[in-house]
């Protein structure tokens, strides 16, 4: 694996898994940092591109698509500690729910 440095210096990468093209991450690789962050996913100019995992410390993570090294279209969100997942599209640095909650499933029954 190689160690970066990202944010000066303050966390630390190991690229556990991958390729580097002209000292950037391209195409499949697992990253982790000593925050206890993993991504597992696709790469492309060393941003997070295409589908992907990340995993975080307490147990919570995401898996979805990625575009530019943000969220970007269709994933799962599943909080940790109580492991409750929201079905999100993300746009433009937003996160807009799909998951139906309590309220609008009750009104939708009472509607029938």
Same mark, same amino acid.
């Given at each position: 694996? =190689?160690?970066?440095?990202?944010?000066?210096?303050?966390?630390q990468?190991?690229?556990?898994?991958?390729?580097?093209?002209?000292?950037?991450?391209?195409?499949?690789?697992?990253?982790?940092?000593?925050?206890?962050?993993?991504?597992?996913?696709?790469?492309?100019?060393?941003?997070?591109?295409?589908?992907?995992?990340?995993?975080?410390?307490?147990?919570?993570?995401?898996?979805?698509?990625?575009?530019?090294?943000?969220?970007s279209?269709?994933?799962? =969100?599943?909080?940790?500690?109580?492991m409750?997942?929201?079905?999100?599209?993300?746009?433009?640095?937003?996160? =807009?729910?799909l998951?139906?909650?309590?309220?609008?499933?009750?009104?939708?029954q009472? =509607?029938?």
């Open positions: 694996g =190689k160690k970066e440095r990202r944010g000066g210096g303050a966390t990468e190991l690229l556990l898994q991958g390729r580097m093209v002209e000292d950037l991450k391209e195409g499949y690789g697992v990253i982790a940092s000593n925050s206890g962050s993993k991504y597992e996913g696709t790469w492309h100019k060393d941003l997070q591109e295409g589908c992907g995992i990340e995993t975080y410390r307490d147990g919570s993570f995401y898996a979805g698509q990625f575009d530019a090294g943000m969220r279209g269709y994933g799962v =969100k599943i909080d940790n500690p109580t409750q997942h929201k079905t999100c599209l993300y746009s433009l640095m937003t996160e =807009k729910n998951t139906p909650g309590p309220n609008e499933t009750e009104k939708k009472d =509607k029938n």
